[in-house]
Structure formats: C-alpha cells, structure tokens
C-alpha cells in the first residue's frame, strides 16, 4: 500500500511536469482574435493553432514591430492564409512545438487585423507585456500597408526558427474541438 502510495506520486509529478498543448482559436465567432491572446510555455509544449473562421494568418513579428514581417523570404514563422468556409466541417490548424522557453510575437497579417490587436504572444515578460505589445499594435495604424503587402506564405514544412519546431497546416476534425455534442458518427 506504501509502496502504491509513492509509485502513484512519482506518476503524477512525472504527469505535471509533461508537456502540454496549448489549442489557440483563431477567429472564432467571426472575430478578429486569437483565444486566449497569450500562453506561457515551456520546452516540449505544443501551440496548437486552428483557424476557425474568417481569413487569418499567424505570422511572427517583434516586440517594437508587431505588425511587419514583410521580409523576403520571411525570417519568422508564419502560417500563410488559411481562409474558412462558413459551413466549414474541418478547420486548418497549425502547430509549433517549443524548444526553450524564449518569448515570441505573432501578429495576423490580413489587411487591417494586426492594429485592431489581432497579436499573440507567447511568455510575455513583466517588461514587455502582452498589452503594450497589443497597444503598440494598435498605434500602428499609419502603417497598415506595410503589414498587407507579404502575401505569400513561407514553407510550413517542419523546420526550427527561434526555439519552436514547426509542423505546419493540417486539418482536424470540426468535432475535435467543438465538444462531443457535435459528433458525426461515420
Ligand atoms: C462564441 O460565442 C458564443 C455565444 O456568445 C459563446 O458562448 C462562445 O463561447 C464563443 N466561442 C468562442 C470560442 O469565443
Ligand atoms: C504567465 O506567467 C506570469 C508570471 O510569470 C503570470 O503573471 C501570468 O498570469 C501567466 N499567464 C498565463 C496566460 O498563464
Ligand atoms: C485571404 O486573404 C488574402 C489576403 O488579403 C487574399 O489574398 C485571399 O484571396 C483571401 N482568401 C480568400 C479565400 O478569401
Ligand atoms: C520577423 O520575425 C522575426 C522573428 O521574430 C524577427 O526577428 C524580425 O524582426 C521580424 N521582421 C520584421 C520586419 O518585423
Ligand atoms: C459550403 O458552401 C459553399 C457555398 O455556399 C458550397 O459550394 C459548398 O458545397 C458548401 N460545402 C459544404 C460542405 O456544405
Ligand atoms: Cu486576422
């Protein structure tokens, strides 16, 4: 019984440090927002990103630039367009596994989203905090051309940019995320 007590222990402390699965909605009610708009995470985490609706990208950018990455080739990640059906029954997604625990940005490059505050960040810092990288976002407005001009997308082939392994856009099941209610049995 002792024994059991402390393998089980040893189990769940093993379970607490695992890596998790953060799952971002990408605008979700016809919205222009990623939900929840920040993570921490740490090495051998997933951000799990699944375009839900509208038209967005999530595209990597600076902290004092939140809304430009308009190099070519792009130097940061980004998932390229990922336009969803209204009556859409598998949603895009697209994943990045971290390998340190480095603080990122990402903005939504469709016309217009990025200074409405369409950003993310993952492990925002007390010195840079996810809402002055928004509010720099927001500010940007007078150089809305500059974050709509990159249209195409770099490969989503696995690759390592910036401490995060890429996976790239697959789809996955509507009913994945929607909870069990919305099963369709095959
Ligand atoms: C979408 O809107 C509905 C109704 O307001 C709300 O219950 C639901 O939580 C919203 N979903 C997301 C992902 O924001
Ligand atoms: C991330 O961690 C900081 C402390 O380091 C905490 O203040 C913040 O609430 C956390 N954010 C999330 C989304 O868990
Ligand atoms: C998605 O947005 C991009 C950039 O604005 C545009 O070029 C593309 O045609 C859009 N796709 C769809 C299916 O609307
Ligand atoms: C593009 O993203 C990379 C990676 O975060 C960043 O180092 C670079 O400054 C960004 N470029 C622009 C023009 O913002
Ligand atoms: C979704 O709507 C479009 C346009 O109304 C239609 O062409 C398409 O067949 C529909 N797809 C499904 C899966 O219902
Ligand atoms: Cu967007």
């Known amino acids: 019984m002792r024994f059991s007590a402390a393998f089980f222990a040893?189990?769940?402390?093993?379970?607490?440090?695992?890596?998790?699965?953060?799952t971002i909605l990408v605008g979700s009610n016809g919205t222009a927002t990623f939900n929840p708009p920040y993570v921490n995470a740490t090495s051998g985490d997933k951000i799990a990103f699944q375009f839900v609706g509208g038209n967005h990208t999530v595209t990597q950018s600076a902290f004092n630039m939140p809304c430009e990455n308009n190099t070519s080739p792009m130097t940061?990640?980004?998932?390229?367009?990922?336009p969803v059906a209204t009556n859409a029954s598998m949603y895009p997604q697209y994943s990045l596994t971290m390998t340190n625990s480095n603080t990122m940005w990402f903005y939504c490059r469709q016309i217009g989203h990025c200074e409405k505050g369409m950003v993310f960040a993952i492990n925002p810092t007390e010195q840079m905090t996810f809402q002055a990288f928004q509010n720099t976002a927001k500010a940007s407005g007078?150089?809305?051309?500059?974050?709509?001009?990159?249209?195409?997308?770099?490969?989503?082939?696995a690759s390592t940019t910036n401490g995060a392994v890429l996976h790239g856009v697959s789809s996955a099941f509507v009913t994945l995320f929607l909870g069990a209610s919305l099963i369709i049995l095959a």
């Open 10 to 22: 040893v189990v769940c402390s093993a379970a607490a440090a695992a890596q998790q699965t953060y």
């Open 76 to 82: 940061g990640m980004d998932s390229g367009f990922q």
């Open 142 to 157: 007078s150089s809305l051309s500059s974050s709509a001009t990159m249209s195409g997308a770099m490969p989503v082939s």
